[in-house]
Structures are given as structure tokens and as C-alpha cells.
């Protein structure tokens, strides 16, 4: 897949979830008011605030597609990574915001009795959230996107949150006020616990942490499978955006010429630009074969 595909079907996708989640906002803050239902107004007003964040991400992908220059010599890829940092912010707090509204309805004691018209838009809300989350999650897995991959575990946590207001609005329906407000206060643990990963998950790449050990196995082993390649002494790897960047040392021969280990490098390159599409920068040092030396690092 081409650099500007990737971006096109994650923007795509992006902007599919756009409107739906604008539609799904229309049709919970209507159902909450005109169904008398606090869970399903609040889930509205949930919609709203993902509303924001999914448009802080389609302006973070439009930002993260444009190529390296002057001032971003390795691209703007990180601007994803901020989207889902922003992303995570937005989950926690509609966590909390829906932990704090639930003590306070139920210290309170004031239950209502909604209408089925807040069970319909609960009940809607949850099929379409889940087959959006899976539909996001798809894609956003394919091409590695954390960007996508933040809005897709919004998209799920939306989902849950519908079910804990499914449940309650149904207990309220037949009598059980409480169950509205208990429903979202056990789900907005879940919703934490969802806003937390997002964000450790962003900040691990904004802190250039490590990439999955069997990727770095599998680079090494595309590499010495390279002629005239004798060792790889060491790799590093880390997240921008959708792509990875890559530090390669390679030992070879010491009597080769600069010409020689060049043209052998730039196989090593090619070799895993072709196995893997999200790879997109190699940096690869050579070092000589069998020869003490020593690596000058100050990290």
C-alpha cells in the first residue's frame, strides 16, 4: 500500500465514524429530553465530547500525512500520536464525569421513569458503536495507525457505556430507578480503565519506547539472511505514526570497500521495505566483522 492509500483509507474511516457519532449525538440528547432519561441525555452529551475528539484526529492525520521537510525531518508522523493522546483525555474524563453524576443521583435518591424511546436510542447506540468499533479496529490494525486504534477503543467504549444505560433505563422503566445511575457508575471503571490504556499506549511512542520484540527478531533475520552480512550487532526501532523507524548496525567485512558495504546495505534496505510496508526509514551503521570497536552512545 502507498503512503497516500494508507492515509486515505485511515481518513476514511475517520470520517465515516465523524458522522455517525454526529448522528448517534442527535439522536441521544433528543431521546434523553423528549424520553425523560438523564443516562441517555448524558450519553449525548458523551457523544458530543467524542465529537470533538474525532475531529482533533482527522486534523491530526491530515497534519501526519505530509512528508518530512526541513523542521520534521522525520516526518509528522507523531501528530497521530498526540491524537490519541487527546483521545485518552477525553475518555478518562467522560469516565469520571459519569462516576461523579452517578454517586451524586444516587446520594441524591432522585430516580426517574424514562420513556421506551431512551431504550430504543441505547439500544441502537450499542450496535452501531460496536460495529464501528470492529470496522475501525480493522483497518486501524492493517495499517498500524494509533490514531485510528484510540478512536476505535472510543468507539467501543461508547458501546459499553450504552449497555450500562440499556440496562438502567430498563430496570427504571419497570420501577427500579436506581439502576440507571448504579449501571453507569460500574461501567465507568471500564471507561477508565479503556482511557488509561489509550493513553499509555500513546505516550509509550511520544517517548519513543521500544516496538514488539518478535519484530526486532524478524528484522534481524532479514537482515542476515543478506549476503556478505556476517552479524547484526544491534537494532532499534520506534513508533511515528503509522510508520516505524529503524537503526540497523551491521558487521561485515573489514577489507570490503565503502562502495561494497553500501551497496550491501542498501539491499538490507530494500529487503525490508519490501516485507514490511509500515517500515518507513532504515538508518543502518556498519561496524567491522570480528574486530573489537566500540559503540559511542550517550543516551
Not at 35 to 57: K, N, P, R, Y
Amino acid at each position: 500500500m502507498q503512503r497516500n492509500d494508507r492515509f486515505d483509507s485511515a481518513d476514511r474511516i475517520i470520517k465515516i465514524g465523524f458522522w455517525v457519532n454526529a448522528l448517534l449525538m442527535v439522536m441521544k440528547l433528543s431521546a434523553g429530553y423528549w424520553g425523560h432519561s438523564e443516562a441517555v441525555f448524558a450519553d449525548g452529551i458523551e457523544s458530543a465530547c467524542d465529537f470533538i475528539a474525532i475531529f482533533a484526529t482527522m486534523m491530526a492525520l491530515k497534519l501526519g500525512r505530509q512528508p518530512f521537510d526541513a523542521n520534521h525531518p522525520y516526518g509528522h508522523g507523531r501528530a497521530e500520536s498526540l491524537a490519541a493522546l487527546l483521545v485518552s483525555l477525553v475518555i478518562s474524563a467522560t469516565g469520571g464525569w459519569i462516576l461523579y453524576e452517578s454517586i451524586v443521583t444516587i446520594i441524591a435518591g432522585k430516580f426517574y421513569s424514562p420513556g421506551w424511546v431512551a431504550v430504543v436510542a441505547a439500544a441502537v447506540t450499542i450496535f452501531v458503536k460496536e460495529w464501528l468499533y470492529r470496522f475501525s479496529t480493522r483497518t486501524g490494525k492493517k495499517l498500524e495507525s494509533p490514531a485510528l486504534l484510540a478512536i476505535a477503543k472510543d468507539h467501543h467504549k461508547d458501546a459499553v457505556t450504552s449497555v450500562s444505560t440499556l440496562i438502567g433505563v430498563i430496570g427504571a422503566c419497570f420501577g427500579w430507578g436506581i439502576m440507571d445511575p448504579l449501571a453507569a457508575g460500574l461501567t465507568s471503571f471500564f471507561i477508565l480503565h479503556i482511557g488509561y490504556q489509550t493513553f499509555r499506549d500513546a505516550a509509550h511512542d511520544l517517548m519513543d519506547g521500544t516496538v514488539p520484540a518478535d519484530f526486532i527478531e524478524a528484522l534481524q533475520a532479514v537482515a542476515e539472511n543478506v549476503e556478505q552480512v556476517e552479524h547484526v550487532h544491534e537494532i532499534r526501532a520506534r513508533r511515528s505514526g503509522q510508520y516505524m523507524i529503524v537503526d540497523l548496525k551491521l558487521e561485515m567485512d573489514p577489507n570490503m570497500t565503502v562502495k561494497q558495504s553500501h551497496a550491501v546495505a542498501t539491499q538490507v534496505k530494500k529487503r525490508i521495505f519490501d516485507r514490511y510496508p509500515g517500515v518507513g526509514d532504515v538508518m543502518i551503521h556498519i561496524n567491522p566483522h570480528d574486530e573489537e570497536h566500540e559503540d559511542l552512545i550517550r543516551l
